[in-house]
């Protein structure tokens, strides 16, 4: 297994461009989730989703928009970049059951410059 | 709002000695704590984890602890090599009540250096 991987590993965008940063899993996950990582701090959750077709709002999802058409893929989208997006992104992915959530398994992540 | 945090930003151990990465955790609902390894420009890296109804669990080299009287969550590494070099960062799962997955809350992460 490929595990999680995530396209593309570095971007630089002006102010205002639009972006998807690529996500896919081929474990069967069925919850996935982005987070982002500004320098020196932990990871901050923007949104999840518990399965194709359901997404949910995390920490801090202002300026994101995320779709689940299928089980593998979870793409982030950015309509119109901002420095403050400046950042780390990190997908994520899991196998949640009756019994609760299993460990979560991140990506290489994608590196984003917003000038 | 709930938190999880680190003590200590850098930690740095002899080569071969043991290290110990505490934190401490704010929301007593949490019930899975996961201990994650970042090494630079890569992603977390599972270490090892534990749920709430346990007090200790061991893996390869590593032993997580639990306190839930005083929210306190400690890493330990035992016998450091060079390659434990890496940022360390605890976590904290809340599932809802209702169910689904709210993510993780990481803390600021320990940068454990270890010397020659």
């Known amino acids: 297994n490929a595990g999680v991987t995530q396209t593309p590993k570095f971007r630089i965008l002006k102010i205002g461009q639009s972006m998807t940063l690529q996500c896919t899993q081929d474990?069967?996950?069925?919850?996935m989730y982005w987070y982002r990582q500004d320098p020196g701090m932990g990871l901050k959750l923007i949104y999840y989703?518990?399965?194709?077709?359901?997404?949910d709002k995390g920490e801090v999802p202002n300026g994101y928009n995320v779709s689940r058409s299928t089980t593998e893929d979870f793409p982030l989208r950015l309509e119109l970049a901002a420095p403050s997006q400046t950042s780390v992104y990190f997908c994520a992915s899991s196998y949640s059951s009756a019994g609760g959530q299993e460990t979560q398994y991140f990506g290489p992540g994608t590196r984003l410059l917003v000038l | 709002g709930e938190s999880v945090g680190l003590h200590l930003p850098t930690l740095s151990v002899q080569e071969g000695d043991n290290s110990i990465i505490n934190c401490a955790y704010s929301?007593?609902?949490?019930?899975?704590f996961i201990w994650y390894k970042q090494e630079s420009g890569k992603g977390p890296q599972f270490i090892i984890d534990?749920?709430?109804?346990?007090d200790k669990r061991q893996g390869q080299r590593v032993t997580v602890l639990l306190n839930k009287t005083v929210k306190h969550l400690s890493l330990q590494i035992a016998a450091t090599q060079p390659g434990d070099s890496a940022v360390y960062f605890c976590a904290e799962n809340r599932v809802p009540s209702g169910g689904g997955a709210d993510g993780l809350t990481f803390g600021k992460g320990t940068h454990l250096i270890i010397q020659p």
């Open positions: 474990m069967n996950h069925n919850y």
């Open positions: 534990i749920r709430s109804n346990m």
């Open positions: 989703s518990v399965g194709a077709g359901i997404t």
């Open positions: 929301n007593s609902a949490s019930d899975y």
